[in-house]
């Protein structure tokens, strides 16, 4: 598999995972979303029902994207995918 391939699937992966994970609080009125590190910040005191809600108009002036860890979520999704491929076809030629 080519690594654009594989990095472009990791990105979807990180940007998926927002729509499983579930908010973790943090101090104050902070809540954090995404695996494997919270890159999405969502600041109310009240959390959404579920997270398509986040990409409402009333919360889409909530939400701060961490483009730091977000990139660094990409680069962890990364690295395990393409260890796993290598591992699989190494396992196979057995």
Do not use: A, C
Not at 6 to 33: A, E, M, Q, R
Not at 44 to 69: A, C, G, M, Q
């Amino acid at each position: 598999m080519k690594n654009s391939k594989l990095l472009v699937i990791s990105t979807v992966i990180t940007l998926s995972t927002i729509f499983f994970d579930k908010f973790k609080d943090y101090p104050n009125f902070k809540h954090g979303l995404g695996l494997p590190f919270k890159f999405l910040e969502y600041y109310d005191y009240n959390i959404p029902n579920n997270s398509l809600e986040l990409l409402s108009l009333n919360n889409i002036t909530k939400i701060s994207f961490r483009v730091d860890i977000f990139l660094f979520s990409v680069s962890v999704i990364y690295l395990i995918l393409k260890y796993s491929i290598k591992l699989y076809y190494k396992k196979g030629k057995r």
